[in-house]
């Protein structure tokens, strides 16, 4: 038989870890929208700049692109993996540190022999992590205290100088999709070289007369730098989102298991209070009968 | 005429102007109303702009890209 007093300290700590889980669901929630609130506002921008890049390199070779459009030999492989800061947040951080190790042994096992895998990391759950196997190329945890452009930007400046100086030969971003609070994907994409086809552009780019200043080669050459910072704030932005909304999940679902558990601990804590209350009953009485007798 | 500033963060400006002076990578330039459809990049400046009021403002910007058709102007900048 439970212990009366055990079940009901178990009751009281139940109790309040449903308090805190519930608490952490609400920020959660609040976080989520000013997070989706963020991406908002940075879309005008970026398919302002696409449509930009499209209208210029419709009639231009997508050797074009500077330096950052040209394949090389693969030797070195910088992968960005973008995670956060803290846990509780159910396979949100794990997740995509899978697909990043899923990718280096599948694409780049040659690589990996050859100690030509580099991991640069945004956040501190994935630099804990890959701190361990690969050394670090940096590591950026400190974007989260104070998310905006301008913090992400010099991350991609610097990424972008290291494969122009030829450090890395391919850069691959990892990080998870916003879809909705309730589902996120985890995604991989070539950074660098650009891929051709967000250079080159679709034929259906409307065909205005425009002037170009200084020209169009010189304005593709500027284009890019912008456009490859504005994907790399953009994944950031959808790992942030993800995070919270893979927490708000996760944090709901432990608040109804604890009130799924509160409901087994009061059952079993009426029972132990009942029996005793028989077993008083039962001994009243045959005192009773003993005296009597 | 329609003028647009946006950055990544926000927009930060948004309406009717008679004249808007921006930094161009070349050298500074004008564009007033009913000007050629133009694409330029900008360098590190203060964009003026004088709206059908005639007040002016200023924008500080460290590099931008501004796209004009139809009477509609569009800035994207990245501001300090």
């Known amino acids: 038989m439970a212990n009366l007093k055990e079940v009901r300290n178990r009751i009281t700590s139940v109790s309040s870890t449903q308090q805190i889980t519930s608490a952490m669901k609400m920020?959660?929630?609040?976080?989520?929208?000013?997070?989706?609130?963020?991406?908002?506002?940075?879309?005008?921008?970026?398919?302002?700049?696409?449509?930009?890049?499209?209208?210029?390199?419709?009639?231009?070779?997508?050797?074009?692109?500077g330096g950052f459009s040209k394949e090389r030999e693969v030797k070195n492989v910088l992968f960005v993996v973008i995670n956060s800061n803290r846990g509780l947040c159910g396979a949100f951080n794990s997740n995509a540190i899978k697909l990043t190790n899923n990718l280096i042994n599948e694409k780049y096992p040659s690589q990996k022999a050859t100690g030509g895998i580099h991991i640069l990391t945004i956040g501190k759950k994935a630099t804990d992590y890959f701190k361990k196997t690969y050394t670090?190329?940096?590591?950026?945890?400190?974007?989260?205290?104070?998310?905006?452009?301008?913090?992400?930007?010099?991350?991609?400046?610097?990424?972008?100088?290291?494969?122009?100086?030829?450090k890395y030969d391919r850069v691959e971003l990892v990080y998870s999709q916003f879809k909705n609070a309730a589902v996120q994907t985890v995604t991989s994409e070539q950074f660098l070289p650009v891929k051709s086809e967000t250079v080159a552009g679709n034929l259906k780019a409307k065909s205005v007369d425009?002037?170009?200043?200084?020209?169009?080669?010189?304005?593709?050459?500027?284009?890019?730098?912008?456009?490859?910072?504005?994907?790399?704030?953009?994944?950031?932005?959808d790992s942030n989102a993800s995070e919270h909304g893979a927490r708000m999940t996760s944090m709901h679902k432990a608040t109804d298991n604890a009130k799924e558990l509160l409901k087994a601990l009061k059952l079993s804590y009426n029972k132990a209070r009942q029996a005793a209350i028989t077993n008083e009953i039962l001994e009243i009485g045959g005192g009773a009968a003993a005296l009597e007798g | 005429m329609q003028l647009e500033i946006v950055t990544p963060d926000e927009k930060v400006f948004e309406g009717e102007v008679k004249l808007v002076q921006l930094p161009g990578t070349t050298g500074s330039f004008e564009i007033l109303n009913n000007h050629a459809p133009i694409i330029s990049t900008l360098k590190n400046g203060?964009?003026?702009?004088?709206?059908?009021?005639?007040?002016?403002?200023?924008?500080?910007?460290?590099?931008?890209?501004?796209?004009?058709?139809?009477?509609?102007?569009?800035?994207?900048?990245?501001?300090?």
């Open chain 2, 46 to 80: 203060k964009i003026k702009i004088t709206d059908s009021a005639n007040a002016t403002q200023y924008f500080e910007i460290k590099s931008g890209v501004v796209e004009l058709q139809n009477n509609k102007i569009i800035i994207l900048a990245e501001t300090k």
């Open chain 1, 210 to 237: 425009y002037i170009f200043e200084p020209n169009k080669e010189d304005i593709v050459k500027d284009l890019i730098p912008k456009s490859l910072k504005i994907q790399l704030y953009k994944a950031v932005l």
């Open chain 1, 27 to 65: 920020v959660s929630a609040s976080k989520l929208r000013r997070a989706q609130d963020a991406i908002q506002r940075m879309r005008p921008y970026a398919s302002k700049l696409k449509e930009i890049l499209q209208n210029l390199s419709a009639s231009l070779d997508s050797s074009s692109g």
């Open chain 1, 136 to 166: 670090l190329a940096s590591s950026h945890n400190e974007v989260y205290d104070n998310l905006k452009f301008d913090t992400v930007a010099p991350i991609a400046v610097q990424i972008m100088a290291d494969f122009a100086a030829g």
